[in-house]
């Protein structure tokens, strides 16, 4: 089992930065891709940027060259780095742990962290 735990979240205004926090409750970024989604309310959860296991990463268009995925192994714990934020980018922040084995993906979440952009 996996947890996962977010934290960093909060109210920002237009332009500014916010960094993201996701711990995990051991030493898994060797076994599983860790990624970030969001969610708004009504809306399906979006997915927003992985770091693979091999410590590459991929983003979403909306916020390619906005947003940064790192990792620090000795700390268990994965960053999303979040600049020029605009109003879209208003949701619940969700980390989460996948694998893919023989016997299907399997998925693990965080509780979710709200960030909310606003002036």
């Known amino acids: 089992q996996v947890r996962l735990v977010e934290s960093g979240g909060g109210l920002v205004q237009p332009g500014g930065s916010l960094r993201l926090s996701c711990a995990a409750s051991g030493s898994i970024f060797s076994i599983y891709d860790m990624a970030w989604y969001r969610q708004v309310p009504g809306k399906q959860r979006e997915w927003v940027g992985v770091i693979t296991r091999g410590g590459s990463t991929n983003y979403t268009d909306s916020v390619r060259r906005r947003f940064t995925i790192s990792r620090d192994s000795a700390k268990n714990t994965v960053y999303l780095q979040m600049n020029s934020l605009k109003s879209e980018d208003t949701a619940v922040y969700y980390c989460?742990?996948?694998?893919?084995?023989?016997?299907?993906?399997?998925?693990?979440w965080g509780q979710g962290t709200q960030v909310t952009v606003s002036s």
């Open positions: 989460n742990a996948n694998k893919r084995t023989n016997r299907g993906r399997f998925d693990y």
